[in-house]
Each structure stands twice: as structure tokens, then as C-alpha cells.
């Protein structure tokens, strides 16, 4: 599977980002797909993740309430809804797809990776 992030920007705290990932190769809706993000001098951390169906999802506690992942499988492309955005959200931010259930919120557990795309909030 490739994966294409996009929709990232500068946005003001309090302001709301679309991220999209496009995926294309093997089918899309056999894959768990998550986002996750890297901050400045950080190591990249778990965001958000769906199952194949989009029955299931799980967030990071600091972004619940503020961010909701979704998926159109007939589109091949996952979206990351981000909602009062807060400086501290500020990171580059990548979708991947292949993890196993149990495993979500372990980044070593994707097997794809899209490229970067830079969402910067300011306060």
C-alpha cells in the first residue's frame, strides 16, 4: 500500500485542520490505519487509529474530544479531523496502515508509511 498524507498548514490556536491520506496498491480497507505525529526534538507518537470497517477507533488522551479519525474505504483515503488545535499540536503528522489488532498504538507495529505533511499551530 502507498499512502499519501496531505492537508496540513499553519493554523491559529483554536482552528481546524482536515488531514487526508490517500492510499493506492493493495486494497485499503484490509488495513488498520493510524496517524501519528512528531513534534520538534521528539520521538513520533501514537495519534489516532481505525479499524478496517471504521467501527473501531482509538485516540491518545490528548486529543480526545478534539480530533476524530474516519475512512472512506470506497475512496481509498483516511481522514484525521483536528478541532481546536492548540500549539502544542504542532508536529508533522503521518498516516500508516497495517497494524495488527492489540497493536494500534505501536508504531512499529505498521508496515506503511506515507510521507510527512506539517501542521503548525500558533498561539
Known amino acids: 500500500v502507498q499512502l499519501q498524507a496531505s492537508g496540513g498548514g499553519l493554523v491559529q490556536a483554536g482552528g481546524s485542520l482536515r488531514l487526508s491520506c490517500a492510499a493506492s496498491?493493495?486494497?485499503?480497507?484490509?488495513?488498520?490505519m493510524g496517524w501519528f505525529r512528531q513534534g520538534p526534538g521528539k520521538e513520533r507518537e501514537f495519534v489516532a487509529a481505525?479499524?478496517?470497517?471504521?467501527?473501531?477507533?482509538w485516540y491518545t488522551d490528548s486529543v480526545k474530544g478534539r480530533f476524530t479519525i474516519s475512512r472512506d474505504n470506497a475512496k481509498i483515503t483516511g481522514y484525521l479531523q483536528m478541532n481546536s488545535l492548540k500549539p502544542e499540536d504542532t508536529a508533522v503528522y503521518h498516516c500508516?496502515?497495517?497494524?495488527?489488532?492489540?497493536?494500534?498504538?505501536?508504531?512499529?507495529?505498521?508496515?506503511?508509511w506515507g510521507q510527512g505533511t506539517q501542521v503548525t499551530v500558533s498561539s
Open positions: 481505525i479499524s478496517e470497517s471504521g467501527y473501531s477507533t
Open positions: 496498491g493493495r486494497p485499503f480497507s484490509g488495513y488498520i
Open positions: 500508516a496502515a497495517g497494524a495488527a489488532l492489540g497493536r494500534v498504538r505501536d508504531k512499529d507495529a505498521y508496515d506503511y
